[in-house]
């Protein structure tokens, strides 16, 4: 999502925090995508192999053991001695269902559910953490910081879809000047030939050097502008799955997921690195004809003049 490398914590890839808004949207995936199509029980597709038979489809979905089952294996999901599980008919509820019923655990009880935001550590905290180690800590209820956090996540993803829309147009503008640059070098090429006419027998080496020269030229623009294009790419990338992150956030996500989610930072960094800043610049070519009724004993064809475009132009 962010293409940021991360250190890998010693201890491995398990200590890392859990991302329950994340997960979540797995789960949701998972019990929806397939929600217009019939899919097999996954408990009878297990046995498959060793009962042979037709595997029974797939009505209903346990959102506690997060499987598809079919009506004679969900009936034990609903009477599990430790407390019946939540069993829901899969349908176009079922994304809801689970968005609405998903707790968020604290990472270090896992058994409790968050409740506190503390603004000094910036994360989700239960109350047994509150009490060990947060309780001269800033903290409020997380709805109430996710009301502050929704506005500015919206208002991130606002300016994100600014900037979006600004390296389009500085991309199609740098398509455009190519495509000019392009047109100018066509035309130059048309008038060294026109020129190189009159006085072919003399002038062919000289007419070679100067197409070789534009055709460097032309290479080392094209390089330029696939270098400025891609940069421009990367970024429209890093931003707009970062804005669907954040709708995704903003449409699915509960407060607890709002509040789990440090973006703001991340929002700045992508504004603050403004990759319209990096243009293309072609530089301007003419071509000067030589005078054929005064031509001398050198420059019987011309010479290419190249004006640099300064940034800004």
Partial sequence: ???????????????LQHHFFIQQ?????????????????E????ESEQHLGKIPTAITYCV?????????????????KGGAHLVKPLGTEVEQEVIKLRGSSCDRH???????????????????????NHRDHNTVEIPEAAEALRV?????????????SAVHEQSEQTKQDAAK?????????????ATGGQVKRTV????????????????????????VLEKYQLALVSMESFHTYLRELLDKGRPSDITACELHDRANELLNNDVTAVKYHPPHVTFTPADVMKIKSFDFIGKVSVTENQPGM
Avoid at 35 to 40: G, K, N, R
Avoid at 64 to 80: A, F, T
Avoid at 152 to 164: H, K, Q, T, Y
């Fill in 64 to 80: 506690d053991c997060n499987q598809k089952l079919c009506e004679q294996c969900s009936r034990p999901h609903r009477k599990w």
């Fill in 25 to 41: 949207l797995v789960d949701v995936r998972r019990a929806s995508s397939e929600e217009f199509v019939e899919v097999s029980c």
């Fill in 181 to 193: 640059f392009r047109t100018d070098v066509e035309n130059v090429q048309k008038l060294v030939f």
């Fill in 204 to 227: 062919d080496k000289q007419i070679g050097d100067i197409l070789q020269q534009l055709e460097s030229m032309t290479s080392e623009s094209d390089k330029q502008k696939e270098s």
């Fill in 43 to 46: 408990v009878c597709s297990e």
């Fill in 1 to 15: 999502m962010c293409r940021k490398t991360f250190q890998i914590p010693s201890d491995g890839l398990g200590s």
């Fill in 152 to 164: 500015r996540i919206s208002n991130d993803g606002d300016d994100i879809l600014s900037a979006v």
């Fill in 110 to 132: 896992k058994n409790k559910q968050v409740e506190l935001y503390c603004l000094d550590c910036k994360k989700n905290i239960c109350l047994v953490c509150f009490a060990v």
